[in-house]
């Protein structure tokens, strides 16, 4: 530390001793969005509302109710467009994968100059969140495409034992491994601005490969916020406790019984 530094207040000393506090802000505030949109959004679990209508309202049509019903489907108000549902992505992949960065961040900041240590990071935060965000738009183009049935229970269960198969491969545990290892950077200049942002899409990738497989759910199911911390602990668990590589088996099982919770009724919304 310089003198200069020595100079500091305390908070501010705090801050840039551990440069890694302003990530954990920045995940903070996408959870306490996440926890507003859950609270003020009305659900849109459904693309649809479908209801039986009488011969009277609507002549000449028979539904699945019955003879002398109609079945009427409108979509519903609070049902997000895909820019709505990619921004609630966003929001939830800082909120859910910042947090697993820290230690690396860390390593980042500190590995620079002194002035260069919230920009080292805040250059690798913006690297790792942008192959989550290309990863969002893939899986979203991919459950719209799908239609209404994504976002079911049957395809929710189905891409959480998808996600509980992969922890129990050797491919997982090579990523997940990768996710730790950090490379040396340039300590200044352009160099070190290419290389910061270039770590975090090197970091981004690898952790995209761990834990890809376990964001697939949220993305058919962003409404589901039971769902959201649950997937959470299971990403952070496998990130920051010691040896997580050991112990897959674990989280895999956990995956497994989460999807035979949402297979078996527990509520998505």
């Given at each position: 530390?310089?003198?200069?530094?020595?100079?500091?207040?305390?908070?501010?000393?705090?801050?840039?001793?551990?440069?890694?506090?302003?990530?954990?802000?920045?995940?903070?505030?996408?959870?306490?969005?996440?926890?507003?949109?859950?609270?003020?959004?009305?659900?849109?679990?459904?693309?649809?509302?479908?209801?039986?209508?009488?011969?009277?309202?609507?002549?000449?049509?028979?539904?699945?109710?019955?003879?002398?019903?109609?079945?009427?489907?409108?979509?519903?108000?609070?049902?997000?467009?895909?820019?709505?549902?990619?921004?609630?992505?966003?929001?939830?992949?800082?909120?859910?994968?910042?947090?697993?960065?820290?230690?690396?961040?860390?390593?980042?900041?500190?590995?620079?100059?002194?002035?260069?240590?919230?920009?080292?990071?805040?250059?690798?935060?913006?690297?790792?969140l942008a192959v989550w965000s290309g990863l969002g738009v893939v899986a979203l183009v991919f459950a719209?495409?799908?239609?209404?049935?994504?976002?079911?229970?049957?395809?929710?269960?189905?891409?959480?034992?998808?996600?509980?198969?992969?922890?129990?491969?050797?491919?997982?545990?090579?990523?997940?491994?990768?996710?730790?290892?950090?490379?040396?950077?340039?300590?200044?200049?352009?160099?070190?601005?290419?290389?910061?942002?270039?770590?975090?899409?090197?970091?981004?990738?690898?952790?995209?490969?761990?834990?890809?497989?376990?964001?697939?759910?949220?993305?058919?199911?962003?409404?589901?916020?039971?769902?959201?911390?649950?997937?959470?602990?299971?990403?952070?668990?496998?990130?920051?406790?010691?040896?997580?590589?050991?112990?897959?088996?674990?989280?895999?099982?956990?995956?497994?019984?989460?999807?035979?919770?949402?297979?078996?009724?527990?509520?998505?919304?």
């Open positions: 530390m310089t003198t200069a530094g020595l100079r500091l207040p305390a908070w501010r000393r705090l801050w840039w001793t551990h440069p890694e506090l302003s990530l954990l802000a920045a995940a903070a505030l996408a959870w306490l969005v996440v926890l507003l949109l859950h609270t003020t959004m009305p659900s849109h679990g459904a693309a649809q509302h479908c209801s039986a209508s009488t011969v009277a309202d609507v002549p000449h049509h028979h539904g699945p109710a019955g003879p002398g019903t109609a079945v009427r489907c409108t979509t519903p108000a609070g049902a997000p467009r895909f820019p709505e549902s990619l921004g609630l992505w966003l929001v939830m992949a800082a909120a859910m994968m910042l947090p697993t960065t820290l230690p690396v961040a860390r390593s980042i900041s500190l590995n620079g100059r002194w002035h260069r240590r919230h920009r080292n990071q805040a250059l690798f935060a913006a690297g790792y719209w495409a799908a239609g209404p049935e994504s976002g079911g229970a049957a395809a929710v269960s189905g891409a959480l034992a998808v996600a509980a198969s992969w922890e129990l491969t050797r491919r997982k545990r090579f990523f997940l491994r990768a996710c730790h290892r950090v490379r040396s950077l340039p300590a200044d200049g352009w160099r070190a601005d290419r290389a910061g942002t270039g770590e975090g899409v090197r970091n981004g990738l690898q952790c995209a490969g761990a834990c890809g497989p376990m964001m697939v759910p949220m993305a058919l199911a962003p409404h589901s916020l039971w769902l959201m911390v649950v997937l959470f602990g299971v990403v952070t668990a496998e990130k920051l406790v010691t040896k997580g590589v050991d112990h897959l088996r674990i989280f895999a099982a956990v995956l497994a019984l989460v999807a035979l919770a949402v297979a078996f009724g527990a509520p998505l919304a």
